[in-house]
């Protein structure tokens, strides 16, 4: 499996204010996600980020309000904007297609150790 | 549509006693079924996964879990169980011909000393 990180791992925001979370891979994937999981609750997918590309995003997520960019086959960001009280949750990064040294690609989405954001 | 279903919010067990995990899913066609578990503070971790072949599939620290197509559901198992292995466990879903991936609501597995 590829190797995760994310940063910020935690903050702490004031509404109104916006919030940039990076996601980084040790290795080239083929695809990359954002998900949200909000106190207490399971993770819905906010969107899929293509590389090159507009993310494509899930239905109650817009561009405007979680813009993402991915720049190359190893990093992503997410941008939480204009921050609510209700943005507050963990925003978690996965990957999936990590290529492996026989060529082959995973099947499997592994994920970051996430970001808690908290909105005040 | 798919869907997963993990009855129990919580289970309970003492250290050394055989731990279940319950999930049943919905999806159309054929399913890829994964088990992710969640330490506090921590990000998801995979633990197992059903792709095709043998129904019953083992994973990282003494997990397994058995696909049962009649019965649609995927149970996590581990035979004797440790504290270390109270956690958050999340059942997951996708059709294979689809990336996106459905979540269950979440066990919270606590196991006693």
């Known amino acids: 499996s590829a190797v995760i990180s994310q940063k910020p791992s935690r903050d702490i925001c004031q509404r109104g204010t916006s919030l940039t979370i990076q996601c980084q891979v040790d290795?080239?994937?083929?695809?990359m996600f954002w998900y949200r999981q909000q106190p207490g609750q399971s993770l819905t997918l906010i969107a899929t980020?293509?590389?090159?590309?507009?993310?494509?995003?899930e239905s109650g997520f817009v561009i405007d309000k979680f813009p993402i960019s991915r720049p190359n086959l190893t990093f992503s960001t997410l941008t939480v904007s204009n921050m609510s009280p209700e943005d507050s949750s963990i925003y978690l990064c996965?990957?999936?297609?990590?290529?492996?040294?026989?060529?082959?690609?995973?099947?499997?989405?592994?994920f970051g150790p996430g970001t808690r954001l908290t909105v005040l | 549509a798919q869907s997963v279903a993990q009855p129990e919010d919580q289970v309970n067990v003492a250290e050394g006693n055989p731990l279940t995990v319950k999930c049943t899913y919905s999806v159309s066609g054929n399913p890829y079924l994964f088990w992710y578990v969640q330490y506090p503070n921590r990000g998801l971790q995979f633990l197992l996964k059903y792709i095709t072949g043998d129904n019953l599939v083992k994973g990282s620290y003494g997990f397994e879990a058995e696909f049962n197509k009649s019965q649609t559901s995927f149970h996590l198992k581990k035979p004797s169980a440790l504290v270390s292995d109270s956690a958050l466990y999340f059942c997951a879903v996708r059709p294979s011909n689809d990336y996106k991936l459905s979540f269950g609501a979440g066990t919270t597995v606590t196991v006693r000393a």
């Open positions: 980020a293509n590389q090159g590309s507009e993310a494509t995003y």
């Open positions: 290795s080239q994937v083929t695809m």
């Open positions: 996965s990957v999936e297609g990590v290529w492996t040294e026989d060529g082959t690609s995973t099947d499997t989405q592994y």
